[in-house]
């Protein structure tokens, strides 16, 4: 290669080194204006929709999640002659059992679910003798209440347990414990009655501290 090559090789990448940085300043300015648009077309778009909301074109329930449908109330529980309703105010009827005319203690297996319990229990007697209702869960008695025609009105037929109660030291939750339900002469205190009709229905409650509402069972 003789000089005068060597020199229009040199003026070559020269001019080529010159125009190259300015290609990357022009790229990076195109960049720089292409975010400045998006940021001001986001900024836009939420003023809008503020606008909208205020003008009342548009509402908040069209982004609104739908929600969830609520438990659908337990049904009632009826045999000869006694019903226990699905739902007493906010208590929910967990688990019923209902004795035929005649018959003795009621005993039956309930899994407790919660320590906020209602008992309800109905009585039938054609005798003259004043009677009591006993309730025993696992060997313990938690209720001892009046048989009479009149549970329904009186209240005096309901025991609420709560979670303080001392049934709970060895009826824990979510297993099963034994339930007997049996009706007791007041006078000898003897248990049994053969015209008597026992029922209890166990309800769960979110709180105990309300008095029992009236008419239930029927």
């Excluded at 229009?8 to 010159?18: F, G, N």
């Excluded at 045999?79 to 906010?90: C, E, N, R, S, W």
């Excluded at 320590?115 to 007697?125: D, E, G, Q, Y």
């Excluded at 049994?192 to 009236?214: K, R």
């Amino acid at each position: 290669m003789n000089l005068t090559d060597l020199r229009a090789e040199l003026d070559s990448r020269a001019t080529s080194a010159d125009e190259h940085p300015t290609d990357l300043v022009a790229g990076t300015r195109r960049k720089i204006r292409r975010t400045k648009q998006r940021r001001l077309a986001a900024a836009l778009g939420g003023t809008a929709v503020v606008a909208l909301l205020t003008a009342g074109l548009l509402t908040p329930a069209l982004t609104s999640t739908t929600p969830e449908p609520a438990d659908p109330p337990p049904a009632d529980y009826a045999k000869d002659g006694i019903t226990f309703p699905g739902t007493v105010g906010d208590d929910r009827l967990e688990k019923a059992w209902i004795g035929s005319p005649g018959e003795g203690p009621l005993t039956f297996t309930w899994t407790p679910t919660t320590k906020n319990v209602v008992l309800r229990s109905a009585c039938r007697s054609t005798t003259s003798s004043p009677k009591g209702i006993r309730i025993w869960i696992n060997t313990r008695l938690v209720a001892e209440l009046e048989c009479t025609s009149d549970t329904n009105a009186s209240g005096e037929a309901v025991r609420r347990l709560i979670p303080t109660d001392a049934l709970w030291a060895d009826t824990p939750i979510g297993k099963p414990a034994r339930v007997r339900l049996a009706v007791v002469d007041e006078l000898s205190h003897r248990e049994g009655d053969q015209n008597a009709q026992l029922a209890l229905g166990i309800y769960t409650s979110p709180t105990n501290e309300l008095p029992a509402p009236a008419g239930t069972p029927t």
